[in-house]
């Protein structure tokens, strides 16, 4: 039976559309950049490209924006000059028309009849002739009947003397002058001009063309409408051929313009890239590499300074190198003669604590000091020389298969006297299949027993778990304490040489303060991580991640670096849990929440691993293990969270890190 949250989901799942779309919408996106993911990283990656690119954008731009204003400008200036030569021819065949009309009244040659209607018509047709034979091909001439004449005279509109359309040039009359201007003339004698579109044999589809009208009278007195109509063919010829021009040399101006940013960019971007270059030469330890300097421009002179930086780093590089190959070399030089003075201290310190009985009790006790500070500096000196074989990049792996649950089983076995004295048991999680590994024993041996003797000596008296798993080509060994843990921003100190969390604790106890520098370089010598995770008073979790084989490349672990019982993991769990627990179970999740769980003590062989009863661990969850989290993101020697400082925590007091000579000081 479903919860009442998992209905709450489904309910606003089924009432919310576009979240099933959601994922569909997001790969459909995924999907539309992938092609365009080169040319985007290729333009971020070129600033040649970028320059190159915007200039031809703004001189395309610059082009376009002054190719329409010459167009413009053109277009007008032949509109204005048309308009001006149309006036002009129009007025002009206007008053011949007007001048043949009246010549002909004057010579009485007109009358009444029949006949005199039919010369009319005769007249019409040859002023239209007339007038047009001046302009073919420039212009054309329509003669039609006015609107007064059409109703006065419509009995007669089949006589003879009727005026019909007439056009000269095959115009087609009627359908190349609009309406509205035949009845604006109707209503003047003035001259009216307007754009049309003029249709003819040849062009039955129409071109523009401007057409200049006047109402006038035939010899007869009847009113008639005369019109010029101008094409503009000349006119677009004259304009596509600017277009064309403009075209041609706006593309050659921004080819032109292209080019020249390239060469200029170029002069600039060279010096730049080969500097790049030679940097990442210098970074990859390359140090006598230099620019060509050529010139004495800016570029020169950078390239100058450029090559006396490198000089300078090469010179401190070469010096810091000399003075670390002295450092490296005393600190063995140091290592290897103190043994010889060590051992015969040694030996007079081992019969003078044997005699101690002998001794008063003050005698007695400065034995005792003197062979415990023998040990720790005889481990130190040992710790030392190992540091300065990794320093000199000396260390040899010797790598062979082994099963990591022999190496966990001497690491526990050892550490069992002192888990006596601490009051804590060791507990192993994940030996119940082999865990096998191609790696070095004895390093890795010492890698977990830094580990676990650290988390025994922190652990306050509480359980130590030991944690292995395997997963794709990685292996892991996580070491899981109780104890104070870690504060902010220590997890990444943790490995530094000489570091302690409380500097205010005297050096004479804990380790020698090399203990995790050395682990460390032993993980990262596997091609491994070890990592540390911790919150102040929930304890700490170390973590050796190696590869199954040297031929694996790590991409995650397969132990979380954050335990399952840490505080955080607790509070999303409990959380979860309340959100899914039914109502009547409310009461029970919260009495068992708080609860105390003894872990599982599982045996190891056949045998127990500690003999030891260890206090229940507070606030352990009653939530049922997850599967083993991968961890890619998990970086060698980094990637530790730790979780925020809470009132009443402790402090870490694990040993190791650089900078001890400071904190003591």
């Known amino acids: 039976m479903a919860t009442s949250y998992e209905r709450e989901r489904q309910e606003s799942r089924h009432a919310d559309p576009l979240t099933g779309l959601l994922p569909v919408l997001r790969s459909c996106v995924r999907w539309a950049r992938r092609p365009l993911q080169p040319a985007t990283r290729l333009w971020r990656r070129n600033i040649q490209l970028r320059v190159v690119a915007t200039t031809l954008l703004m001189s395309l731009g610059v082009v376009l924006l002054l190719g329409v204003v010459v167009i413009g400008q053109v277009k007008n200036g032949l509109l204005d000059a048309k308009r001006q030569t149309a006036q002009s021819q129009a007025v002009g065949g206007f008053a011949v028309a007007k001048e043949k009309a009246r010549n002909v009244t004057d010579s009485g040659d007109t009358g009444s009849d029949g006949r005199s209607q039919t010369d009319t018509a005769t007249w019409l047709n040859n002023l239209v002739e007339q007038l047009a034979s001046g302009g073919q091909g420039v212009y054309s001439v329509v003669a039609l009947s006015s609107n007064a004449e059409q109703q006065t005279y419509s009995a007669q509109a089949d006589s003879p003397g009727t005026h019909g359309p007439r056009g000269s040039g095959g115009v087609w009359p009627e359908e190349s002058v609009p309406a509205d201007l035949r009845q604006s003339l109707d209503r003047t004698l003035e001259v009216y001009e307007r754009y049309t579109s003029m249709k003819s044999d040849s062009v039955p589809r129409g071109e523009p063309a401007l057409i200049v009208g006047q109402r006038l009278n035939d010899p007869n007195g009847k009113p008639y409408q005369l019109y010029y109509l101008f094409p503009f063919d000349q006119e677009e010829k004259t304009l596509g051929l600017v277009k064309g021009t403009l075209a041609t040399a706006g593309i050659f101006v921004v080819v032109l313009l292209g080019a020249i940013a390239w060469l200029v ?145 001497r690491v526990v076995d050892g550490a069992e006297p002192l888990a006596e004295r601490k009051g804590s048991r060791i507990v192993v999680h994940g030996d119940e299949q082999p865990v096998t590994v191609e790696a070095d024993a004895r390093r890795v041996e010492r890698v977990l027993r830094n580990l676990v003797v650290n988390a025994v000596e922190h652990g306050e008296g509480r359980d130590v778990h030991v944690r292995m798993a395997s997963a794709g080509g990685a292996v892991a060994v996580a070491v899981r304490d109780y104890g104070v843990g870690l504060k902010p921003g220590e997890a990444t100190r943790v490995f530094n040489r000489f570091w302690r969390a409380d500097p205010a604790r005297a050096r004479t106890t804990g380790g020698t303060g090399l203990g995790l520098s050395i682990a460390l370089e032993d993980a990262r010598l596997h091609g491994g991580w070890l990592q540390a995770w911790g919150e102040p008073g929930g304890g700490s979790q170390f973590r050796l991640t190696l590869p199954r084989t040297g031929a694996d490349s790590l991409r995650g672990s397969p132990i979380a670096l954050e335990p399952e019982d840490s505080r955080r993991n607790r509070e999303l769990n409990a959380g979860a849990a309340h959100r899914s627990m039914p109502a009547g179970a409310t009461a029970l999740g919260a009495a068992l929440e708080g609860a105390a769980v003894q872990p599982h003590t599982p045996a190891l062989h056949g045998v127990p691993v500690s003999r030891f009863a260890a206090p229940a661990i507070p606030n352990m969850p009653l939530s049922p293990p997850r599967p083993p989290a991968a961890d890619p993101a ?32």
Do not use: C, Y
């Not at 300078?312 to 140091?334: A, C, G, N, W």
């Not at 003669?337 to 604590?353: G, S």
């Not at 060698?636 to 190791?656: D, Q």
């Open 634 to 665: 998990a970086l060698p020697g980094n990637g530790a969270r730790v979780v925020g400082h809470r009132a009443g925590s402790g402090t870490a007091t694990h040993t190791t890190t650089d900078q001890a000579r400071e904190d003591e000081s």
């Open 265 to 409: 960019v170029r002069q600039v971007v060279t010096p730049v890239r080969m500097a790049a270059q030679i940097s990442e030469r210098l970074a990859a330890g390359h140090l006598q590499e230099r620019m060509k300097v050529t010139g004495e421009d800016d570029i020169a002179r950078l390239g100058e300074s450029f090559n006396k930086m490198a000089q300078t780093l090469q010179v401190k590089i070469q010096q810091l190198e000399d003075l670390s190959r002295m450092q490296r070399r005393f600190v063995s030089d140091v290592s290897h003669e103190l043994r010889t003075p060590l051992t015969t201290v040694r030996m007079a310190a081992d019969v003078i604590h044997e005699a101690r009985e002998d001794f008063d009790p003050a005698t007695s006790r400065s034995a005792e000091l003197l062979q415990n500070q023998l040990d720790r500096f005889e481990s130190m000196l040992s710790d030392l020389l190992e540091i300065s074989r990794f320093d000199a990049g000396a260390a040899a792996l010797e790598a062979e298969p082994i099963d990591l649950r022999d190496v966990v089983r």
